[in-house]
């Protein structure tokens, strides 16, 4: 059986603010959109006789949504794969996990922090994941098809990715992914919250990355380190580290964008498509990886500098 993967939007809403999310400027635009049990059944329906078998649950926190217990019943009547990602903000009480774990069988989890004064501080929330029960949870509500965990690098939480990555695993989770976050300049976020809540730069990103990676190795876990361009890893084995960049499955990816059901279909063999934005500089064009590379962050150059940036030329 072929494997196509449909991507829906279930509601509008989240309860976290997260400091790096930039999506949350154009949720407040559409908090009070609501999406009914009716608009999903009909979607599942077209998209299964068109041979999607996989379906993906989004936007912006899925367990909060009133609609979302009918849509994961739903698609697992019509016979769908279902992915979830979640903040794991309700899955701690016996309730909503016993609730929506059985119809979920891919698991993402959004892990910014372990302890309760990080997390708030990140999320700029009171809401606390007790990462502890959670995990009891999953373990005793879910069959665990697939589970991972997905970090994003914040300038308050880079000095702990080891620690995540370490706490992770002993809960025996072995497929991770570390990403360096979307930075989107404009008027909702200024500069000086890019630089002291967002971004730390590629270099002292890299190196608490390295760190991770030879965890990762010794110990056998399936890692993906997104959104970094591959010059700023180390040359020696460069090899290595582009084999655990690419974390996005645009192939067989079919995004409902809005009510007209517009498709966003992405595919990364077409060299005019940059994943999430990426810019082109002119200090690139001769790099062997230009094709491949993730490039640097779009605004990057504005915050930071480019200095870090040394394409690999060919022979």
Not at 57 to 81: C, N, R, T
Not at 194 to 214: L, R
Not at 245 to 255: E, I, M
């Amino acid at each position: 059986m072929n494997y196509k993967r449909l991507e829906i939007y279930v509601w509008w809403t989240c309860n976290q603010r997260c400091t790096y999310c930039c999506e949350f400027r154009n949720m407040e635009k559409t908090w009070n959109k609501r999406v009914t049990k009716y608009e999903i059944l009909k979607k599942l329906i077209k998209y299964k006789k068109l041979g999607y078998n996989h379906v993906t649950f989004l936007w912006w926190e899925p367990f909060i949504q009133g609609v979302f217990e009918d849509a994961l019943k739903i698609a697992k009547k019509l016979d769908y794969k279902v992915l979830v990602t979640t903040n794991a903000t309700t899955l701690y009480l016996d309730s909503h996990a016993s609730k929506f774990l059985p119809y979920i069988d891919e698991l993402i989890l959004s892990f910014q922090a372990i302890d309760k004064d990080l997390q708030q501080k990140i999320s700029r929330t009171n809401v606390f994941v007790d990462w502890e029960k959670v995990f009891e949870n999953i373990k005793k509500y879910w069959k665990w098809d697939y589970l991972k965990t997905n970090t994003v690098i914040t300038r308050d939480n880079l000095w702990e990715l080891l620690k995540f990555v370490e706490y992770i695993y002993s809960k025996g989770v072995k497929n991770m992914a570390i990403a360096y976050p979307d930075i989107v300049k404009d008027d909702y976020y200024t500069n000086e919250h890019i630089k002291t809540k967002i971004a730390p730069t590629y270099t002292e990103s890299i190196w608490e990355i390295i760190k991770v990676v030879n965890f990762t190795k010794r110990n056998n876990i399936n890692l993906k380190v997104t959104d970094f361009p591959f010059c700023v890893f180390p040359r020696e084995n460069l090899e290595e580290y582009i084999k655990i960049t690419d974390d996005f499955d645009y192939g067989t990816r079919v995004k409902i964008t809005n009510e007209e059901e517009k498709l966003d279909r992405r595919d990364l063999k077409s060299v005019n498509e940059i994943p999430r934005d990426r810019f082109r500089i002119d200090k690139c064009e001769g790099c062997i990886y230009k094709w491949k590379c993730w490039w640097p962050s779009r605004f990057y150059e504005k915050l930071f500098w480019l200095d870090e940036i040394e394409i690999l030329k060919g022979d």
